[in-house]
């Protein structure tokens, strides 16, 4: 792809094309200015000129633009107006990190150069260095900014985006992912209209209800054909992504923090570092853009010794249990479990302070001497003996009113001074912006998983902020709270995982409440939902794929009827669907019929040999369950030599059509055998011709085939 910016001769950063790759760029489409009636003039001897037809890198709003700008200041005097233009650049190799924040990185500096342009307001002395990386092997830029102070004078930010992207027109299609909790990821695309459309989140997480992505498609993009142009902010708080629509129909993408009861104060000296926005651009389709996704978060997002390593098949108590359980309880569903072949168990909520039901004792992190008498060391040694691993949950971002540490320290939460303090799950969110507060969690977690041979921690998140405030802040500094908390987090997280690199961690948020590439920096895979229905599974992992890669997706069969939606649903499906991510089971296996064992010994057996594929492979989307009644993917090996194939039928229909895939990814050249059949095709035979998918009867059924390449 090529990217191709233009200083003007007034000095601002002017947008000139972003798109498939110009082999030597001469601006046959230069910038063109006319005297637009009502678009005012900066330099009132050129009344061609207005920035409120400039397509432009970083605009402000105030002198002469009067569509949705970039960033926004409010100086001493209390006026918002700023002017930033062309000061200097450079370009080096490689990618600087960003001062604590998460963000994609290089592993040699040949891997990918740096644009750094530098603009300044020389009136008030605030500078904006605008940082584009552009990776080597990857259609990808990425894109943040830090703003400083240089002047004299106390500059507070109103608005402070990552990004801006001013297109020529508005012949797009827009794209994102929305939903709720146990319902995450769902796909919408409807045309651009004139004016704004936007999703955001206020909530204080990257959220259930919107995902910090979104994308422009072409009227004729699909799945394998077409532009793509699409952006994700690597951040895990409030968010904005809008498109604006002007009067002359292009479109304004712009993205970043959400300046909803957001500001910052820079003080002189001080500088503000915006997130990463992601930005990719595909020709292929959208399955292009999430294999360039997928890619580069698996191998240059995800960090620690996990990142390409096969993950394990576990077991997690929960919805075998919930809160009741002792340590014998725990142990025969252990025993059981390594009888079947799985490899982790994970203890889930209820093994610390008094916690019964939901209701206390969350920031209490010693453990419940009356369910565990030999504590976590002896309980995670004896499920060690049985041959499986040991992992813990965790919540170390909230806190119940009913606890030791909040009687201790009620100050500690989010809260507002003289109003009532919101409940979410009977717990209040632990203000993360305070030093004091994540020391003490660093040493708390720290001394938790020192205390056992844990390798596996699922690390939880389950409300968002209410009374968004901190007792340390003075007033002027308040609405920096859920930004410094962000900060706090990754802070916290960032020196967690570094003290015990030997642990997976898993995040989590009520299941898919914080699916973004923030979390997945620190933790190399999210729970996908708190929803384990494998019909609801299909919409949601097939919707979480568009960006996010399949390493990083867990997802567990569970018992029926399920715990969310109350379906009825076969093992055998709820075993494909799991399969196609990260595997593993949340159910109480003791109380299986022993032909249920025996499957799920099989499926256990078959996901070992195709782990490898599933988590490291190249993902092809085939049939949508947001699009029909039929859902199938595939994921193929990087030489082409293997590839697992699942399709799935959500309702059955009288007299129905036959059905027939056609697959993706293979080798046209190279001939291929379906494992368990002996049947030989060629690539090209399976791919442009396709498979049938055999007779299945009833509702939710699936087909999985393996094929293997032969000579």
Same mark, same amino acid.
């Given at each position: 792809?090529?990217?191709?910016?233009?200083?003007?001769?007034?000095?601002?950063?002017?947008?000139?094309?972003?798109?498939?790759?110009?082999?030597?760029?001469?601006?046959?489409?230069?910038?063109?200015?006319?005297?637009?009636?009502?678009?005012?003039?900066?330099?009132?001897?050129?009344?061609?000129?207005?920035?409120?037809?400039?397509?432009?890198?970083?605009?402000?709003?105030?002198?002469?633009?009067?569509?949705?700008?970039?960033?926004?200041?409010?100086?001493?005097?209390?006026?918002?107006?700023?002017?930033?233009?062309?000061?200097?650049?450079?370009?080096?190799?490689?990618?600087?990190?960003?001062?604590?924040?998460?963000?994609?990185?290089?592993?040699?500096?040949?891997?990918?150069?740096?644009?750094?342009?530098?603009?300044?307001?020389?009136?008030?002395?605030?500078?904006?260095?605008?940082?584009?990386?552009?990776?080597? %092997?990857?259609?990808?830029?990425?894109?943040?900014?830090?703003?400083?102070?240089?002047?004299?004078?106390?500059?507070?930010?109103?608005?402070?985006?990552?990004?801006?992207?001013?297109?020529?027109?508005?012949?797009?299609?827009?794209?994102?992912?929305?939903?709720?909790?146990?319902?995450?990821?769902?796909?919408?695309?409807?045309?651009?209209?004139?004016?704004?459309?936007?999703?955001?989140?206020?909530?204080?997480?990257?959220?259930?209800?919107?995902?910090?992505?979104?994308?422009?498609?072409?009227?004729?993009?699909?799945?394998?054909?077409?532009?793509?142009?699409?952006?994700?902010?690597?951040?895990?708080?409030?968010?904005?992504?809008?498109?604006?629509?002007?009067?002359f129909h292009t479109a304004r993408v712009s993205l970043g923090i959400n300046p909803f009861d957001f500001t910052w104060l820079l003080e002189p000296g001080e500088s503000f570092q915006t997130p990463e926005v992601v930005m990719v651009y595909s020709d292929e389709g959208?399955?292009?853009?999430?294999?360039?996704?997928?890619?580069?978060?698996?191998?240059?997002?995800?960090?620690?010794?996990?990142?390409?390593?096969?993950?394990?098949?576990?077991?997690?108590?929960?919805?075998?249990?919930?809160?009741?359980?002792?340590?014998?309880?725990?142990?025969?569903?252990?025993?059981?479990?390594?009888?079947?072949?799985?490899?982790?168990?994970?203890?889930?909520?209820?093994?610390?302070?008094?916690?019964?039901?939901?209701?206390?004792?969350?920031?209490?992190?010693?453990?419940?001497?009356?369910?565990?008498?030999?504590?976590?060391?002896?309980?995670?040694?004896?499920?060690?003996?049985?041959?499986?691993?040991?992992?813990?949950?965790?919540?170390?971002?909230?806190?119940s009113v009913d606890s030791e540490l909040y009687r201790k320290h009620p100050d500690w939460c989010l809260h507002v001074p003289n109003r009532p303090r919101s409940e979410g799950r009977n717990q209040l969110v632990l203000d993360y912006s305070r030093k004091e507060v994540?020391?003490?969690?660093?040493?708390?977690?720290?001394?938790?998983?020192?205390?056992?041979?844990?390798?596996?921690?699922?690390?939880?998140?389950?409300?968002?902020?209410?009374?968004?405030?901190?007792?340390?802040?003075?007033?002027?500094?308040?609405?920096?709270?859920?930004?410094?908390?962000?900060?706090?987090?990754?802070?916290?997280?960032?020196?967690?995982?570094?003290?015990?690199p030997h642990i997976l961690f898993e995040s989590c948020s009520g299941g898919g409440g914080r699916f973004d590439p923030g979390m997945l920096y620190y933790m190399p895979q999210t729970w996908t939902s708190d929803n384990t229905d494998a019909v609801s599974r299909l %919409?949601?992992?097939?919707?979480?794929?568009?960006?996010?890669?399949?390493?990083?997706?867990?997802?567990?069969?569970?018992?029926?009827?399920?715990?969310?939606?109350?379906?009825?649903?076969?093992?055998?499906?709820?075993?494909?669907?799991?399969?196609?991510?990260?595997?593993?089971?949340?159910?109480?296996?003791?109380?299986?019929?022993?032909?249920?064992?025996?499957?799920?010994?099989?499926?256990?057996?078959?996901?070992?040999?195709?782990?490898?594929?599933?988590?490291?492979?190249?993902?092809?989307?085939?049939?949508?369950?947001?699009?029909?009644?039929?859902?199938?993917?595939?994921?193929?090996?990087?030489?082409?030599?293997?590839?697992?194939?699942?399709?799935?039928?959500?309702?059955?229909?009288?007299?129905?059509?036959?059905?027939?895939?056609?697959?993706?990814?293979?080798?046209?050249?190279?001939?291929?055998?379906?494992?368990?059949?002996?049947?030989?095709?060629?690539?090209?035979?399976?791919?442009?011709?396709?498979?049938?998918?055999?007779?299945?009867?009833?509702?939710?059924?699936?087909?999985?085939?393996?094929?293997?390449?032969?000579?």
């Amino acid at each position: 792809m090529s990217y191709i910016l233009k200083i003007t001769q007034h000095g601002y950063v002017a947008h000139m094309y972003w798109g498939k790759r110009i082999r030597i760029p001469r601006l046959s489409r230069s910038l063109q200015f006319f005297d637009r009636g009502f678009s005012p003039n900066p330099d009132p001897s050129d009344r061609a000129f207005s920035l409120d037809t400039l397509p432009q890198e970083y605009p402000a709003y105030g002198n002469t633009d009067f569509r949705t700008p970039a960033y926004q200041v409010q100086l001493e005097n209390g006026s918002t107006i700023s002017d930033l233009r062309y000061k200097t650049h450079r370009i080096y190799k490689g990618k600087p990190k960003l001062e604590g924040l998460p963000a994609t990185y290089v592993e040699h500096e040949n891997e990918a150069e740096t644009l750094e342009i530098v603009l300044e307001d020389s009136v008030i002395g605030l500078r904006a260095m605008l940082l584009y990386t552009v990776y080597e %092997k990857w259609n990808v830029i990425t894109r943040s900014v830090r703003l400083e102070n240089h002047g004299s004078e106390h500059i507070k930010l109103l608005r402070a985006l990552s990004m801006n992207v001013d297109f020529s027109d508005d012949q797009f299609d827009f794209l994102h992912l929305y939903g709720a909790h146990c319902r995450e990821r769902y796909i919408e695309r409807k045309p651009l209209f004139v004016g704004t459309q936007s999703v955001e989140s206020r909530r204080g997480a990257s959220s259930h209800q919107q995902n910090p992505f979104i994308a422009l498609l072409r009227k004729n993009a699909d799945e394998d054909h077409g532009e793509v142009y699409a952006f994700n902010l690597v951040y895990s708080g409030n968010f904005l992504a809008q498109v604006e629509v002007d009067q002359f129909h292009t479109a304004r993408v712009s993205l970043g923090i959400n300046p909803f009861d957001f500001t910052w104060l820079l003080e002189p000296g001080e500088s503000f570092q915006t997130p990463e926005v992601v930005m990719v651009y595909s020709d292929e389709g959208l399955n292009g853009m999430s294999q360039t996704f997928h890619e580069l978060y698996r191998t240059r997002l995800a960090r620690g010794v996990f990142r390409d390593r096969e993950r394990p098949i576990l077991i997690n108590n929960w919805e075998a249990t919930y809160f009741d359980f002792d340590e014998e309880k725990i142990l025969t569903i252990a025993k059981t479990a390594s009888e079947l072949g799985i490899e982790l168990f994970v203890l889930d909520d209820g093994w610390f302070g008094k916690r019964d039901d939901d209701k206390r004792s969350l920031g209490d992190w010693f453990v419940d001497k009356r369910k565990l008498p030999n504590g976590l060391e002896g309980l995670a040694k004896r499920v060690n003996e049985t041959g499986m691993q040991f992992g813990l949950w965790v919540e170390p971002e909230m806190v119940s009113v009913d606890s030791e540490l909040y009687r201790k320290h009620p100050d500690w939460c989010l809260h507002v001074p003289n109003r009532p303090r919101s409940e979410g799950r009977n717990q209040l969110v632990l203000d993360y912006s305070r030093k004091e507060v994540c020391d003490y969690m660093i040493q708390v977690l720290s001394d938790v998983l020192a205390s056992a041979p844990i390798s596996y921690v699922k690390w939880d998140m389950n409300r968002h902020m209410t009374e968004i405030g901190s007792a340390t802040l003075p007033p002027e500094r308040q609405r920096e709270t859920a930004h410094r908390y962000m900060l706090g987090l990754y802070r916290v997280m960032d020196e967690i995982t570094s003290r015990f690199p030997h642990i997976l961690f898993e995040s989590c948020s009520g299941g898919g409440g914080r699916f973004d590439p923030g979390m997945l920096y620190y933790m190399p895979q999210t729970w996908t939902s708190d929803n384990t229905d494998a019909v609801s599974r299909l %919409k949601i992992q097939y919707g979480t794929s568009l960006v996010y890669p399949i390493s990083s997706i867990g997802a567990h069969v569970s018992a029926v009827p399920n715990h969310q939606v109350h379906r009825i649903t076969s093992l055998e499906m709820r075993g494909h669907v799991a399969m196609s991510g990260n595997f593993g089971y949340e159910l109480d296996v003791t109380k299986l019929l022993e032909k249920e064992k025996e499957e799920i010994k099989n499926q256990v057996e078959f996901y070992k040999e195709i782990r490898h594929l599933v988590q490291f492979g190249t993902f092809y989307r085939m049939l949508s369950p947001f699009e029909g009644n039929e859902a199938a993917w595939m994921v193929v090996s990087k030489d082409q030599s293997e590839a697992f194939v699942a399709y799935f039928r959500v309702l059955a229909e009288a007299n129905a059509p036959l059905s027939l895939i056609r697959l993706k990814g293979l080798n046209p050249k190279k001939q291929y055998e379906i494992m368990g059949t002996g049947e030989v095709y060629g690539g090209d035979e399976l791919m442009y011709v396709g498979l049938n998918v055999p007779e299945r009867h009833g509702d939710f059924v699936s087909v999985i085939w393996r094929l293997r390449s032969v000579d």
